[in-house]
């Protein structure tokens, strides 16, 4: 069993989704993020960058003691290698995959952040800010159109940050580059959606802290 301590953010969504697709057992820990949760000691013993999502995996693939990861991009290539699934071991397919994987952690991720920040929360709308940060996102968005397929890099940590990005225009549409998952609809870290498959009602176990 894997404890995800995640609220609904899209480096939370990242996990789920991964999780859902490897069909691993797994119970979502939610960590409220807007209340202070993340300061907590309990969840700071497994994260030190006091940021979700994190993860306890009580049963690692060496057999030892739980095995605690934070960041979520060292999550994906934590359960990539403990399940053997979307990340093969030919030396180039290894490459390809991992420099995509740190463009969306590098790049994609934080500045689609910065762009939703200025843009849309930020109390003094700042002209340079907003165009320096709308630009650089769109810059990216380019490079999406020619990132791999592999799960670890697309779409599981890119579509959502792509999907969040047009709702803050106002256009509630899916990019046709990135298939989408049934664990996109979440809405609360409290349980399943309603129109959730069967597969993921009977693998997951919500719980509350």
């Known amino acids: 069993m894997i404890d995800l301590h995640y609220w609904t953010t899209p480096n939370g969504y990242k996990i789920v989704i991964f999780l859902e697709e490897a069909g691993l057992p ?39 003691k739980p095995v ?7 999550i994906l290539l934590y359960l990539a290698e403990k399940t053997g699934k979307f990340l093969q071991n030919g ?14 952690m590098g790049g994609l991720g934080p500045m689609a952040g910065q762009n939703h920040h ?4 930020a109390p003094e709308k ?23 397929s592999s799960p670890v890099t697309t779409p599981l940590p890119t579509w959502r940050h792509i999907r969040g990005s047009c709702r803050m225009n106002g256009k509630a549409r899916s990019s046709r580059i990135f298939r989408t998952s049934s664990a996109g609809s979440i809405r609360s870290p409290q ?3 309603p129109n959730a498959p069967m597969s993921w009602r009977r693998r997951s176990t919500f719980s509350r802290p």
Request: a positive charge.
């Open 68 to 74: 605690s990861i934070f960041e979520s991009g060292a």
């Open 126 to 148: 700042l002209p340079y800010a907003i165009e320096r940060y709308v630009k650089e996102t769109n810059r990216l968005y380019g490079g999406s159109r020619i990132a791999p």
């Open 26 to 64: 797994y119970r979502i820990i939610p960590v409220n993020i807007s209340t202070g949760d993340q300061f907590k000691p309990e969840f700071l013993a497994i994260s030190l960058n006091n940021r979700i999502p994190a993860i306890v995996d009580h049963k690692p693939k060496d057999g030892g």
């Open 118 to 121: 200025f843009s849309q929360y």
């Open 191 to 193: 349980g399943p959606p």
């Open 91 to 104: 030396f180039r397919h290894r490459c390809e995959v991992m420099q995509w994987l740190f463009w969306q």
